[in-house]
């Protein structure tokens, strides 16, 4: 896809890593509907490319998304619900498409995340955040419900009680009372947050890559699935695991080094 400077959303590919940035800094990053279809365009080609090991979700600017760009909300008024519900829909067809790819993806986050900047935050698999983040929900400040996949990815990294807390409430989290939440995985100074998200995709580009996505899948496609169904669906990808080079190739160095620990050592 041709990219430009201004685009609402940025896509680079590079050594396996794909980097997903929101690029509306003169809006804390927050959607409208451009930025909508271009989430969906660009879900919709990572997910297909088979070049792709990982991904990077970032965002330029202060924030890293403040939700839906309430200005443009605003004048949508007059087209009534059904124009938010299908720019919604939109929304959510990229976060299927992202969440259920065998591509592990981690989120960047510095400064405010807000609304749904929280389930955009969310589709990430692991996520890093400078010490300066800011996590809130404020919905029903302008009389809104959840969107973004926030009313089921919420509550799955941190629970019922503490997902209601948060978007009945005013509360707010700072960086370490998410990170104590399982809100985020990570806290790290401002200045390394760049490089921390990228060690974290390195690791798994290098590492067993297909693995790594497979079992991203596995969880993440766990939800509401039938048991049953989960259990076939793990039995088949183990399968097609073992028989792969890659797994070999580690099964047998692995086999190697216990082999070599357990050899008696000789005396003199």
Request: glycine share 10%.
């Amino acid at each position: 896809m041709t990219q430009h400077d201004n685009d609402p959303i940025r896509l680079e590919v590079a050594g396996g890593i794909a980097r997903i940035t929101l690029n509306r800094p003169e809006r804390l990053g927050a959607i409208n509907r451009a930025a909508a279809l271009a989430w969906r365009e660009i879900a919709g080609e990572v997910a297909g490319r088979g070049d792709v090991q990982a991904v990077i979700l970032d965002s330029i600017g202060p924030a890293f998304c403040a939700g839906g760009d309430v200005l443009e909300f605003a004048t949508l008024a007059r087209e009534g619900g059904t124009t938010i519900a299908e720019l919604a829909d939109v929304i959510h067809d990229g976060h299927r498409l992202l969440t259920s790819a065998p591509i592990p993806i981690v989120t960047a986050v510095q400064g405010a995340v807000a609304g749904g900047g929280l389930g955009f935050m969310l589709v990430g698999d692991y996520v890093v955040a400078s010490e300066k983040a800011r996590f809130v929900s404020r919905y029903a400040d302008i009389g809104l419900t959840p969107d973004c996949g926030v009313s089921t990815l919420l509550p799955e990294a941190i629970g019922m009680r503490r997902a209601l807390e948060m978007v009945l409430t005013d509360r707010s989290l700072d960086a370490e009372t998410a990170r104590d939440w399982g809100l985020i995985n990570e806290v790290v100074p401002a200045e390394d947050l760049a490089s921390r998200a990228e060690a974290v995709a390195a690791h798994w580009v290098s590492g067993a890559s297909l693995a790594f996505g497979q079992a991203k899948r596995l969880l993440r496609t766990s939800v509401g699935r039938d048991f049953q169904a989960g259990l076939d669906d793990e039995a088949t990808t183990i399968g097609e695991a073992f028989a792969r080079t890659e797994s070999a190739e580690r099964i047998a160095a692995f086999a190697a080094r216990s082999h070599a620990k357990a050899a008696p050592k000789e005396t003199a």
